[in-house]
C-alpha cells in the first residue's frame, strides 16, 4: 500500500453575491486553491483561501503546493506539519489528506480525528462595512434570512453610530465586531464600553498584529479576540492579554494545526472563536468539525458567495448544517 500522490494544484475564481467590504477594501470574487491528492483507489481533496495581508496569492500556494509534492515522495499529513510552513497552501493539502485518509479508511473524518459526530452550528453572518444606513439594511435582511448572530465589520472612525444602526435593524441578534486592526489610534476600553452598551458580545482583532502591547493591563467591557495575532500554536505565548482567540484553517495550515491550536488554546484559558475567509463549502467544512463546541463560530465564508458547490453546507432553522462533499 503506497502513499497518496499529488494530482493537482488549481485556482479556481468564485464570484462573491454583491461585495464583500472590510476596512482593508472590498471583494467582489475570491480565488480559493484546489487540491486533489489520490492513492490506493481514493482521491481526496482541499480547499484553501490565500492571507493576503500575508501577502500569499493563490497562484503562488498553488505552486508551493507542486513544489512541495514534486520533492516530498507519498504524502503524509504529519510529516507536512514540520516540512511546509503554516499558511493557506498547507492548509488546502492537509485538508486533502485528510479527505484521502477518510476515503481510505472508510470513516468520516471526524471520526478519524477522535472528534463527536458533528451537529449543526449556528454561524455569524458578516455585515459589511458601511454608512450606517446600509448597516442597518443589511442587518434587518440578515435576521429575516434566520440568523441570530451577526458579525459587524468596523473601521474605526463613525463605529458606534454603526452599531447603533445594526441594533435599530437586528434589535434581539446577537452581536459580535471585527475592528480589523482598525483602533490603533482610539480609546481601547472608551470604544469597547460603547460597543457593549448596545450589546456587542466581543471585538475581534482592535489592534495591529505586533501592537498587542497596547492591551496589557487593559479592563474592557467585552473580551477581545486575536485575530491577526493568533496564526498557529506558536503566538499562544503572546496573547495572554487576549481572552478569546479566533483559529482560522487558512491561518493555521489546516485541520491538523487547527485542532491542536484549539486544544492549546482552551488549556490556556482562551475563549475559542472559528472563522474563515471567503471560499467554497469545500473549505468550510473542515472547519465545521474545528468549530464544533465553540463559542463563536463564524463560517459564513460560502454564504456570502453568488454559488457553491454541489454537496454544499446549508443554512437551515437559523443553523448551518453539514454537506456531503468532504470527509
Not at 50 to 65: D, L, P
Not at 157 to 173: C, H, K, L, M, Y
Not at 226 to 245: G, K, N, T, V, Y
Not at 297 to 303: E, F, I, K, N, P
Request: glycine share 10%.
Amino acid at each position: 500500500m503506497s502513499g497518496p500522490h499529488l494530482v493537482s494544484a488549481l485556482v479556481e475564481r468564485w464570484p462573491v453575491a454583491g461585495a464583500f467590504t472590510i476596512a482593508r477594501g472590498a471583494k467582489t470574487h475570491v480565488d480559493v486553491i484546489v487540491c486533489t491528492v489520490a492513492g490506493d483507489g481514493c482521491e481526496g481533496r482541499g480547499e484553501g483561501t490565500a492571507i493576503y495581508y500575508h501577502g500569499e496569492t493563490a497562484e503562488g500556494c498553488a505552486q508551493a503546493i507542486r513544489d512541495y509534492a514534486a520533492s516530498a515522495g507519498p504524502l503524509d499529513r504529519l510529516r507536512l506539519q514540520a516540512e511546509m510552513p503554516r499558511g493557506a497552501a498547507r492548509n488546502a493539502l492537509d485538508c486533502a489528506l485528510w479527505d484521502w485518509e477518510s476515503k481510505r479508511a472508510g470513516q468520516p473524518v471526524w471520526a478519524l480525528a477522535g472528534l463527536d459526530r458533528p451537529v449543526p452550528l449556528p454561524t455569524a453572518f458578516t455585515i459589511s462595512v458601511a454608512d450606517p444606513a446600509r448597516m442597518e439594511e443589511d442587518a434587518r435582511a440578515a435576521c429575516s434570512r434566520g440568523f441570530r448572530l451577526l458579525k459587524c465589520k468596523l473601521m474605526g472612525e463613525g463605529d458606534v453610530a454603526r452599531i447603533a444602526a445594526v441594533r435599530e435593524g437586528a434589535p434581539d441578534a446577537r452581536l459580535i465586531v471585527d475592528a480589523n486592526e482598525s483602533w490603533d489610534e482610539l480609546d481601547l476600553v472608551a470604544q469597547a464600553r460603547s460597543l457593549a452598551d448596545l450589546g456587542v458580545e466581543m471585538i475581534e482583532q482592535p489592534v495591529r498584529h505586533g501592537h498587542e502591547a497596547r492591551l496589557a493591563g487593559l479592563s474592557p467591557p467585552v473580551p477581545f479576540c486575536a485575530d491577526e495575532s493568533c496564526q498557529d500554536r506558536a503566538d499562544l505565548p503572546q496573547l495572554a492579554d487576549f481572552p478569546a482567540i479566533n483559529i482560522k484553517l487558512d491561518k493555521a495550515g489546516g485541520l491538523t494545526e487547527a485542532l491542536a491550536l484549539r486544544a492549546e488554546g482552551q488549556a490556556r484559558g482562551h475563549r475559542i472563536m472559528v472563522g474563515c475567509m471567503l471560499g467554497t463549502s469545500l473549505g468550510i467544512a473542515p472547519a465545521f468539525l474545528a468549530a464544533q463546541g465553540a463559542e463563536w463560530v463564524d463560517l459564513d465564508g460560502a454564504l456570502l458567495l453568488a454559488e457553491d458547490r454541489p454537496g454544499a453546507l446549508v443554512m437551515r432553522d437559523g443553523l448551518l448544517w453539514p454537506g456531503s462533499l468532504w470527509g
